[in-house]
């Protein structure tokens, strides 16, 4: 059994900066890509960043040079490092990892309350 536990969230002001975090705990794992999504009150769930196993990274445009997505991989830990924030980052993040076992499956995180204040 795989978990991905989140961590990070909280209330900041406007152009202020948050760090998230998410690891991966259980045994007999490999993980693939590692995101962030978030949703927002009466909106969708969207992705936010994400970083393959090889590294390579994408950005919603709305967060580009705003926010940065890294992994460690030797501790199954994604980070969401968000700086310049704005009221419209306000949001539910939720961790997600595609994940191998016996076959590859999508996790996902219990989600972290970002809210971000004028």
């Known amino acids: 059994q795989v978990q991905l536990v989140e961590s990070g969230g909280g209330l900041v002001q406007a152009g202020g900066s948050l760090r998230l975090s998410c690891v991966a705990s259980?045994?007999?794992?490999?993980?693939?890509?590692m995101g962030w999504y978030r949703q927002a009150p009466g909106k969708q769930r969207e992705l936010v960043a994400s970083?393959?196993?090889?590294?390579?990274?994408d950005y919603v445009d709305s967060v580009k040079d705003r926010f940065t997505i890294s992994r460690d991989n030797a501790k199954n830990t994604v980070y969401l490092q968000m700086n310049s924030l704005k009221p419209e980052d306000t949001a539910v993040y939720y961790c997600n990892a595609l994940i191998t076992i016996w076959r590859q499956q999508n996790y996902w995180g219990q989600g972290t309350q970002v809210t971000v204040s004028s």
């Open positions: 970083i393959s196993s090889g590294g390579n990274i």
């Open positions: 259980g045994s007999g794992f490999s993980i693939n890509a």
